[in-house]
């Protein structure tokens, strides 16, 4: 079974483990799902990279210390598709606020309050608790709530099945696999749910087939007949045009600086833009909850703290200081304790934790201290050319990491 020890140290060698497959062994093998137990062909890298308790740059440094790029390509690329999906919606914020008052709307439907549907509600609930019927769909729900980890093919088939089989709304499909995934992140999962359904690249939607399940799942699955094999895309939305990315202030010198960790980024050690600072202070929350107004996995609230933890006490090591959690209730001491004049936080992206940040700015900016958000070089080199589709990108990845002095 997977299993993903929330550290960066566990993701450091889980990296140096993966790297003799990572060449034409991941090209070959990437798309087969053997079950929990065979998941040698995969990095499960995923939980601690979108935490950033190890970085894409990190990652594709020591794959191309290994690789020439032509045998690492497919993996590098599949790190990227991270960096593509973050960027896009960077560009169209828009996209996740529309995702959110969709959800708002089905989540009415499944309430208890005037707006409830009843026979809808009880779909739902077949499907959440893996009672559908199909085999195949419903031990992946049981392995999403036990493990936080499905294989990439086996979303995309997951995702069909909910859309095009089960019929019900993308939008509380991407909801499930945010409040049970490990890794769960605003942009991949829900563009990758937009993509499934063909609202992403307009017309093209995913359609599992059994025969080709049976295939990659090494025959463990096969649920001929059971599914919708000719259903058409959902009808298309509007899309915003794409936006640009934002310089960002640095942070000042001479001003008694503290650092905050929050679950985009848990690597403080690594931060841009912190040399010459007067940090005197670190300290950090994590708001887990803050993913769905349902509830959110007891194993993603657990992960996701017991990873600041990991967070707080490398960054305290690496500074020399305290590094403690700090609740919104303790936060106007701990501000006032260290005489706080600016907070340096890593630049969150578009999702819950933005929004708990941009909370935070306004907090305090009403006591006059400035909030400064830093992009690490990746992010600032990948994220304008996710504007397009994932080929446009693809075909900057090498002279992109070359600029980012990655050999
Ligand atoms: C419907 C759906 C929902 C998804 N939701 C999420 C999500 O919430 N969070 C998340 O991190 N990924 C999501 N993904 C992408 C992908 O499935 C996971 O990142 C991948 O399965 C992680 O396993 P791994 O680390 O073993 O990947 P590997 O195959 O070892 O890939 C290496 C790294 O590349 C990145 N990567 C690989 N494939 C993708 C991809 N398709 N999109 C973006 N990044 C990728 C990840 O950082 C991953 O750790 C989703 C995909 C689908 C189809």
Same mark, same amino acid.
């Given at each position: 079974m997977p299993n993903f020890p929330p550290s960066r140290a566990d993701a450091l060698a889980r990296l140096a483990a993966f790297l003799p497959r990572a060449g034409a062994h991941y090209a070959n093998e990437r798309n087969a799902d053997r079950g929990p137990a065979a998941r040698d062909n995969v990095s499960l890298l995923s939980p601690a990279v979108r935490h950033r308790l190890i970085s894409e740059a990190e990652i594709a440094a020591a794959v191309l210390d290994r690789y020439a790029f032509s045998t690492s390509e497919k993996f590098i690329q599949e790190v990227c598709w991270r960096s593509y999906w973050k960027g896009w919606l960077e560009l169209r914020p828009q996209v996740w606020a529309d995702y959110q008052a969709a959800l708002s709307v089905q989540i009415e439907r499944i309430g208890d309050g005037p707006g409830v549907d009843r026979p809808f509600r009880k779909r739902w609930q077949a499907a959440v608790d893996g009672a559908t019927g199909i085999a195949c769909f419903d031990d992946w729900v049981e392995e999403l709530r036990s493990t936080g980890y499905l294989h990439n093919h086996t979303r995309m088939w997951f995702a069909s099945i909910w859309i095009f089989t089960l019929n019900l709304p993308w939008v509380l499909g991407a909801d499930f696999f945010y409040r049970h995934l490990? @890794?769960? @992140?605003p942009a991949s999962n829900t563009l990758s749910w937009r993509w499934v359904a063909g609202l992403q690249t307009r017309g093209k939607h995913y359609l599992a087939r059994a025969d080709n399940i049976q295939k990659y799942t090494a025959n463990r699955y096969w649920p001929k007949g059971e599914l919708n094999e000719d259903a058409a895309p959902l009808p298309p939305d509007e899309l915003p045009a794409a936006g640009r990315i934002a310089d960002l202030p640095p942070p000042k010198a001479g001003l008694r600086t503290a650092l905050w960790l929050h679950e985009d980024d848990l690597c403080a050690e690594s931060w841009p833009a912190l040399a010459g600072l007067d940090v005197v202070a670190i300290g950090g929350d994590v708001t887990p909850a803050a993913r769905s107004r349902l509830p959110v996995s007891e194993a993603v609230t657990g992960w996701t703290e017991a990873a600041l933890a990991d967070g707080l006490d490398r960054a305290g090591r690496h500074f020399g200081l305290p590094a403690v959690r700090i609740t919104p209730s303790q936060r106007h001491r701990w501000l006032e304790d260290h005489r706080i004049e600016q907070l340096v936080t890593a630049y969150p992206t578009v999702g819950p934790v933005a929004e708990t940040v941009a909370a935070l700015e306004r907090e305090l900016a009403a006591r006059g201290i400035a909030l400064i958000r830093v992009r690490r070089a990746w992010d600032t080199a990948f994220w304008p050319h996710a504007g397009k589709g994932f080929f446009q990108l693809r075909e900057k990845i090498r002279p992109l990491l070359a600029e980012l002095g990655i050999p």
């Open positions: 490990l @890794d769960g @992140d």
